[in-house]
Nanobody
Framework: QVQLVESGGGLVQAGGSLRLSCAASERTVYAYYMAWFRQAPGKEREFVAAISWSGGSTRYVDSVKGRFTISRDNPKNTVYLQMDNLKPEDTGDYYC??????????????????WGQGTPVTVSS
């Protein structure tokens, strides 16, 4: 059973930084697109960022561009989300996701088939 385990969430003041990590067990992630999503209280889950299997392409939701950076370390089987200049509206549960159905795919996936349990991020004003 593949598991994606997020870590690094916590409480931070506005303007602060956090780095989230997503580690995969039982499977390597080097051939697959990976992404981060978040869900704020009372809202639907939304896309935050994604990265290609090579790490050469990334995509972000407009609200985090210039503040968040997604990256991956394939030898460590880990994907990261560096979050800088955090705002209260960034508060929510952050989820790691993987498209394990399409190795070495071309183009960002529409759907992801494997999800982590989430890590909470709270940004105070």
């Amino acid at each position: 059973q593949v598991q994606l385990v997020e870590s690094g969430g916590g409480l931070v003041q506005a303007g602060g930084s956090l780095r989230l990590s997503c580690a995969a067990s039982e499977r390597t992630v080097y051939a697959y697109y990976m992404a981060w999503f978040r869900q704020a209280p009372g809202k639907e889950r939304e896309f935050v960022a994604a990265i290609s299997w090579s790490g050469g392409s990334t995509r972000y939701v407009d609200s985090v561009k210039g503040r968040f950076t997604i990256s991956r370390d394939n030898p460590k089987n880990t994907v990261y989300l560096q979050m800088d200049n955090l705002k209260p509206e960034d508060t929510g549960d952050y989820y790691c996701a993987a498209d394990f159905q399409h190795p070495y795919r071309t183009g960002f996936p529409i759907e992801y088939d494997q999800w982590g349990q989430g890590t909470p991020v709270t940004v105070s004003s």
